[in-house]
């Protein structure tokens, strides 16, 4: 028996003419109108034109979307191993049993801590918070983290320790177009989130600047007014440098340092070392620049940094965050109208994923696992003892690092690591060590090729559930279209799975939305607070901003206005300094490698890479290089060369640009095999985020033949 059963289509049929829903993959989560019936050759996705994200547009991803519903290599049926190692289908109830009787094995021989679980902020908020329910009551494990830890970990720990709380963006993308001035740090917005591009032409148009820091000359860099080509692994020594202008020029905003913030005196000591001398040897960008970019952000009435994953994804990812918004906060810009410090989360629910507890060291609303309060609050809406509740467990890397040694099976849902984890060559061999590896996912991706079985779950158009939005607003994704028979969504898989764990009375909802609702009460007193939405309030208003605390409560979709969310109201400060990357160049691997994304490929690639589009645009991955190390090298465009780190060696074709600097290569992530970037990426982690550095590693570089 299903928990909850498939909506009947008679549901359906009425809306059949475009019922609003959001794209599957990223953020940005565009308004989009889908139906069977938008009329004839009309592609049955459109961009919605009322929905005041996007305004309409959709990216090549969102219009091809819909291609995923009724393709052709879709599983339709759970598979297991026959006795040669091929997939063979199997009843639901078989795979059920195997998977929890390996589970109860495992947990009976090696403790339940053996029993690893890998989410991913793909996956709704009521999905995301049963995830972590069911690793804790179900499993009783410790072990859960996801794939956001390799995207969002780093600005969320910095914006939890300078303001006390994590929502990415504090204000609505639309307060964009009135900034004066915009930053952006390691973002390429124009292939990542284009449909955000329709916001920064609003702003320039209205004299509004960009400023854009990246070591490539961008699509997004090309349209600034500024354009900063750091030298990777360097944003925090440019952010340092640039309040060390603002210090230097009398620039600060005395009055707000004092009213609205801690710690600043240990800050300007530290920024004062950064002279913008010292600043260029380390970033490359000349003293006119520096002082350019800071004069601009300082002067302007309205004044945003926007972070992306090239400023985060580092061994100091969550200083170089720090560094900005000790920027901001010098400037008093933070909470103010059209100003701030914002981080432009990437995953569809990258927001609502990171915070309804499938991370290590989480609880449901934001709250931490190690903190007794938080861990009484939660146990009292499971019905179950507080001290029964695991301990914080391992982070992603350290999790999938410790497979075949303390952890030995691993349940993904939602992620392919086997693409997307840094250093696979030490990676993969561990995942095939595993006694039992579950994927559950619509189609075979790179990881479920080492699993033992497949659980075939609906897709995003097919179910209801709740996304939030890289702004922290709470929106609503809509059944659309009928589901072969066969899959069923996750949150059957895991209701089943529970009570063949002897632990299903605490997984029995009717419905999505009261799946929804115990999670309201979840977070009810926390920081991420959604116990004042509903599904009837996200529908009148478009989507609610947390915290919403009551049902009269309209919800936040400005924060920090007044105060932040530390105990005494303050933001804080932290004093932080350049350091090394986990490797840097040397004579032996003289090259940076950094990496990052095509518009047509989304992550892993395990979606996009199946989308005829999609492929036929982007079919292999590239490996950018300048035209001067080319013609050291003999490589033209189209050469096959090798790229070496510490680790691995990986062949791509050599495309020649002069948009990126002399001394770094970049090749996108999204493909498996022997095309793996992340073969040559490492296992470094950010000592506080246990953030991967997948933006940068030591290579050298040799044409074939
Ligand atoms: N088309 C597409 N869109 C996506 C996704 C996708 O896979 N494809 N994924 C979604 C997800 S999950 C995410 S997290 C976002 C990511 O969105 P972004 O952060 O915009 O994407 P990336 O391409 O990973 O990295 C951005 C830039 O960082 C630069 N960079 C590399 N090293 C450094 C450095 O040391 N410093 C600085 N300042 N910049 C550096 C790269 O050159 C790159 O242009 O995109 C979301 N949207
Ligand atoms: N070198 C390098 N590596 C990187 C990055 C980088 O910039 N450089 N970026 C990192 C970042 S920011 C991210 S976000 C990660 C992402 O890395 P991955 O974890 O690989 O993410 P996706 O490719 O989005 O994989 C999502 C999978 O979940 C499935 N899925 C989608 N929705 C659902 C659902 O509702 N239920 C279930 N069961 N499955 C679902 C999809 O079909 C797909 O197979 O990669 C990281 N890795
Ligand atoms: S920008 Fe993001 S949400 Fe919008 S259509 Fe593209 S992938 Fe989908
Ligand atoms: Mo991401």
């Known amino acids: 028996m299903s928990a909850i059963p498939p909506i009947p289509l008679t549901m359906l049929a009425p809306q059949a003419l475009g019922v609003r829903t959001h794209c599957p993959y990223c953020a940005f989560q565009c308004g989009m109108l889908m139906g069977e019936d938008l009329g004839g050759d009309l592609p049955r996705v459109s961009g919605d034109p009322h929905w005041a994200v996007n305004n309409g547009q959709l990216?090549?991803?969102?219009?091809t979307s819909a291609a995923l519903l009724d393709h052709p290599q879709r599983v339709n049926t759970p598979q297991l191993r026959d006795a040669r190692g091929e997939w063979r289908s199997a009843e639901w109830e078989e795979a059920l049993?195997?998977?929890?009787?390996?589970?109860?094995?495992?947990?009976?021989?090696h403790g339940a801590d053996a029993n690893g679980v890998f989410g991913s902020g793909a996956l709704t908020n009521e999905k995301a918070y049963l995830l972590g329910k069911f690793a804790r009551l179900a499993l009783g494990t410790a072990n859960i983290d996801y794939n956001g830890r390799f995207c969002m970990s780093s600005a969320a720990a910095a914006q939890n320790r300078a303001f006390g709380l994590d929502r990415g963006l504090p204000f609505p993308v639309a307060d964009v177009e009135h900034a004066e001035v915009v930053m952006l740090v390691g973002a390429n917005t124009a292939d990542t989130l284009p449909p955000m591009m329709q916001w920064f032409d609003r702003q320039q148009a209205n004299g509004g600047r960009l400023i854009v820091a990246d070591p490539r000359r961008t699509p997004t860099g090309r349209l600034a007014n500024l354009f900063l080509q750091l030298t990777p692994g360097t944003d925090l020594a440019l952010a340092n440098g640039l309040l060390y202008v603002v210090i230097e020029e009398r620039l600060t905003d005395e009055r707000y340092v004092a009213d609205r913030t801690n710690g600043f005196d240990a800050v300007r000591a530290v920024a004062l070392q950064y002279h913008p001398a010292r600043v260029e040897r380390l970033t490359g960008i000349a003293e006119s620049q520096l002082r350019q970019a800071a004069r601009w952000l300082a002067t302007a009435r309205s004044a945003m940094v926007l972070t992306g994953r090239g400023t985060e994804q580092h061994s100091k990812g969550v200083d170089s965050v720090h560094a900005w918004i000790n920027l901001m906060l010098a400037l008093g810009k933070v909470g103010k109208p059209q100003s701030g410090f914002g981080t432009l989360t990437g995953q569809a629910n990258g927001q609502g994923g990171r915070e309804h507890g499938q991370k290590a060291d989480q609880l449901p609303g934001y709250r931490l696992i190690e903190v007794d309060a938080h861990r009484e609050a939660?146990?009292?809406?499971?019905?179950?003892?507080?001290?029964?509740?695991?301990?914080?467990?391992?982070?992603?890397?350290?999790?999938?690092?410790?497979?075949?040694?303390?952890?030995?099976?691993?349940?993904v849902v939602g992620a392919n690591v086997a693409v997307a984890a840094p250093h696979l060559s030490h990676l993969l061999p561990k995942l095939k060590a595993l006694e039992l590896l579950v994927v559950s996912d619509a189609f075979h991706n790179d990881t479920s090729a080492h699993a033992h079985v497949f659980l075939p779950v609906l897709q995003w158009a097919e179910e209801d559930g709740t996304m939030t939005n890289l702004e922290g607003r709470v929106i609503r994704r809509r059944v659309v279209s009928r589901p072969p028979t066969g899959p069923r969504s996750d949150l059957d898989v895991l209701h089943q799975l529970a009570s063949r764990l002897g632990c299903g009375e605490k997984f029995v909802f009717r419905t999505t939305e009261s799946v929804f609702n115990e999670l309201r009460l979840a977070t009810a007193g926390a920081p991420a607070d959604y116990s004042g939405i509903t599904y009837a309030k996200i529908e009148q208003q478009d989507g609610v901003f947390w915290p919403c605390k009551s049902e009269d409560d309209p919800g936040t979709p400005r924060m920090f206005a007044d105060r932040f969310h530390h105990a005494d109201g303050r933001a804080k400060f932290f004093a932080v300094e350049h350091r090394e990357a986990?490797?840097?160049?040397?004579?032996?691997?003289?090259?940076?490698?950094?990496?990052?994304?095509?518009?047509?490929?989304?992550?892993?690639?395990?979606?996009?890479r199946i989308v005829g589009k999609l492929s036929s645009a982007q079919p292999v991955p590239r490996l950018e290089i300048h035209p001067r190390l080319a013609r050291r090298h003999r490589v033209v465009t189209g050469s096959h060369v090798t790229v070496e780190s510490r680790r691995a060696k990986v062949e791509f074709v050599a495309e020649v640009t002069a948009d990126i600097r002399p001394d770094t290569l970049f090749?996108?992530?999204?493909?498996?095999?022997?095309?793996?970037?992340?073969?040559?990426?490492?296992g470094a982690l950010d000592p506080t985020s246990r953030m991967p550095e997948f933006k940068l590693a030591a290579v050298r570089i040799a044409k074939v033949g």
């Open 59 to 63: 990216c090549i991803k969102g219009w």
């Open 97 to 109: 049993d195997f998977v929890a009787v390996k589970m109860l094995a495992i947990r009976e021989k």
């Open 378 to 411: 939660i146990a009292k809406v499971w019905g179950v003892e507080p001290a029964s509740l695991p301990r914080k467990g391992k982070s992603a890397y350290e999790l999938l690092d410790s497979l075949g040694e303390s952890v030995k099976s691993l349940f």
């Open 582 to 608: 986990g490797e840097e160049p040397n004579a032996a691997f003289p090259l940076f490698f950094t990496t990052g994304r095509y518009k047509e490929h989304y992550n892993s690639g395990a979606q996009t």
């Open 667 to 682: 090749a996108p992530f999204h493909w498996g095999g022997r095309a793996a970037a992340n073969l040559l990426t490492s």
